[in-house]
């Protein structure tokens, strides 16, 4: 390369580098740069339209930063960007969003703002313009160093082109009407005319749902052939729509979309017609049901039965409606109408104000369960238009009288270790049907309980009507105490003579721990030193049941001795007392105290068990003047008195 082709090269070097954004000498600089126009500035005499204004951000970086990059975007944003829209010189009058606020637009970046307009209807085609300003502040300037902020608020007039089009077809909607209410269909008509200068030849209007809470019957959309439309015309065109159940009578929006051949025979797209549509506040049709009842207001609808149920409707206007008619239908496998799934009522023309009342019979299959039952009343009808109408479904509700329904209550248990006992309580329908021959049954014996009947004959129990039970048991000898699970059921027949059993009836009941069957108590408890007297002693049996062949043994220790210590009772029933005597010696040495003297005693169970026991009587040994037993003593004495006497007669009458 010779010297000056070298000389060339720096200086080109030099001037690409000196036009390059260089690094930041301690501040890093640029600004925003906004440029507005309109996405579609086409308009019509006499519209009301709405038209999009963008505003676009194409920003200039004088100064970056090598080392916080980052800062370039702060420099180049327009930040709190508001914007005022006038009509300028153009032949139309700003209704909405002539002043909003738009936020903040980056470098490259756009943001939109819809401006409502109407259109002078005497507008003469042409080129016009809006006056847009632009209100902004930036960071012109932001040092790298220490982070100081140079703010600068922007002023922008722009003026945006617009178009008054000759427009030889175009349309306005002049009014509109419905027949819908909220959870119905119904139709909505709509007035439109044509506001251009000449003939549209195949009109087509496509009614079209923008919120989804009202929408026309058909995949959300619906259209109507118009065929050739003359200019000035007006014609009335009906859709068939549906509101969905939560539906307010507040406006929903809906437009209507012309399309149409134009005057050089290509198919043309008009700009969409706004229309809103207000459903009808309330109910045309009121509709309720009820059941037939028996003379005690009872449901007569059962189980496996069927039953005629009245549905009653109030045509509560505006005006008389025809053709109307009436559809129940189940919404449960275990119900029928008319011995199917659905079943419709004719009934004709109804005033306003009138009441109508229509029958269905409905039935419950073996396998319902009692309870309440819905079914979907709709009254269909046509409008004043002839189409036709579905009201709002509603529920009709249907009480199916229940099974019996088995309870238990008042349970109790008398279940000892070691001992018979019973379960007791009672059982009850709170059922409406009576539960016929019934039976209850112990279908989960608790642990360690011996049921010696598992099974309570209750009879007839009609609904509302409770009886008692009680069945014996035994917990053997050994068995651990707490709380043990027991299941019953009742089995019953039902009117048919079909036996059926209910569901499982659970309890708890307590295994109390091992107990003494007798109590004993000595009635005449002080005896003298140096004496021999008769203790008596009273034997009460404290058990649920019988005791036989029960043997009372005295065990007494010095200083007390007994010769004949033991006592035989041949049977002491529940809650029954024997008083047993022992003839007792008391030592002379005996200390005045109170003593303790054992007693054994066994006893036969109804099992042929031999429950043994062992107790303790207190005595006290004394001189005080109490009262003592000496009836036995002088009873001996006199006996003793009377066998001398005999002996000396025989020996006497011997010689």
Avoid at 160 to 173: A, H, L, Q, S
Avoid at 355 to 379: H, I, K, L, Q
Avoid at 416 to 421: A, K, L, N, S
Wanted: no cysteine.
């Amino acid at each position: 390369m010779t010297r000056s082709r070298v000389g060339i090269a720096v200086v080109l070097v030099m001037v690409v580098l000196a036009s390059w954004p260089g690094p930041a000498a301690g501040a890093v600089r640029g600004e925003p740069d906004l440029a507005a126009n309109l996405a579609d500035g086409s308009i019509a005499p006499g519209e009301e339209t709405t038209l999009t204004l963008v505003l676009t951000n194409d920003a200039t970086l004088s100064q970056v930063s090598l080392t916080n990059p980052g800062l370039a975007e702060r420099v180049t944003t327009a930040n709190g960007v508001s914007v005022t829209v006038e009509s300028g010189n153009a032949p139309l009058s700003i209704e909405r969003g002539g002043d909003q606020l738009l936020g903040s637009i980056v470098d490259g970046g756009r943001v939109t703002a819809d401006v409502g307009v109407t259109v002078d209807a005497d507008a003469d085609p042409g080129t016009y313009h809006l006056d847009v300003t632009a209100e902004y502040s930036y960071a012109s300037s932001i040092s790298d160093r220490i982070g100081a902020v140079s703010q600068r608020t922007v002023e922008a007039t722009f003026e945006v082109e617009v178009v008054v089009e000759r427009d030889d077809v175009r349309f306005r909607v002049v009014d509109t009407r419905t027949t819908l209410r909220a959870g119905e269909s119904g139709t909505f008509a709509a007035t439109v005319e044509h506001t251009g200068q000449q003939t549209a030849r195949d009109v087509r209007l496509q009614l079209r749902s923008l919120d989804g809470a009202v929408s026309p019957t058909g995949a959300g959309q619906a259209s109507r052939y118009l065929g050739p439309w003359p200019a000035g015309e007006r014609r009335t065109v009906s859709y068939r729509v549906t509101a969905r159940p939560d539906v307010t009578a507040t406006a929903h929006a809906l437009e209507l979309v012309p399309t149409y051949e134009n005057a050089h025979g290509d198919a043309t797209t008009g700009r969409p017609l706004a229309v809103g549509l207000t459903p009808v506040a309330g109910e045309r049709f009121r509709v309720h049901g009820a059941a037939g009842l028996d003379s005690r207001g009872q449901p007569q609808l059962g189980v496996g039965g069927s039953d005629a149920i009245t549905v009653a409707f109030t045509n509560r206007g505006p005006g008389a409606v025809g053709n109307v008619s009436v559809q129940l239908a189940t919404t449960s496998p275990a119900t029928t109408v008319d011995g199917g799934a659905v079943a419709e009522r004719g009934v004709g023309r109804v005033q306003t104000g009138e009441d109508r009342t229509v029958a269905f019979d409905v039935g419950a299959s073996p396998t319902a369960r009692g309870g309440n039952y819905t079914f979907d009343a709709t009254v269909t009808y046509d409008d004043t238009t002839g189409a036709t109408v579905s009201s709002r479904t509603r529920p009709v509700t249907v009480r199916v009288q229940p099974s019996p329904t088995i309870t238990l209550a008042d349970l109790d248990s008398t279940l000892y270790v070691g001992e018979r006992g019973t379960l007791s309580g009672t059982i009850s329908n709170t059922g409406p049907t009576a539960a016929r021959n019934a039976v209850l049954r112990v279908t989960d014996a608790p642990l360690g309980v011996q049921f010696t009947e598992t099974a309570y004959p209750v009879g007839d129990l009609a609904g509302g009507q409770q009886a008692s039970f009680s069945l014996p048991a035994r917990v053997p000898a050994g068995t651990t105490t707490g709380p043990r699970a027991v299941t019953y059921v009742l089995a019953y027949e039902t009117v048919d003579g079909t036996v059926v059993t209910s569901d499982p009836l659970r309890a708890s009941v307590p295994v109390q721990p091992e107990r003494d069957t007798f109590d004993l108590a000595a009635r005449n408890g002080t005896l003298a030193p140096d004496s021999t007297e008769v203790l008596a002693v009273e034997i009460t049996n404290t058990g649920d049941t019988p005791r036989t062949d029960v043997q009372v043994s005295l065990a007494p220790a010095p200083p007390f001795t007994s010769v004949a210590p033991s006592v035989y009772v041949g049977r002491l029933d529940p809650g029954e007392s024997a008083t047993v005597r022992f003839p007792i010696e008391t030592d002379e040495d005996a200390v005045t105290a109170s003593h303790a003297i054992a007693v054994n005693v066994s006893g036969e169970t109804d099992d042929a068990l031999t429950e043994h026991e062992r107790h303790r009587v207190t005595v006290s040994v004394g001189t005080d003047d109490q009262p003592v037993d000496t009836v036995p003593i002088v009873v001996l004495g006199g006996l003793s008195v009377v066998l001398v006497a005999a002996l000396g007669w025989w020996w006497f009458t011997r010689r």
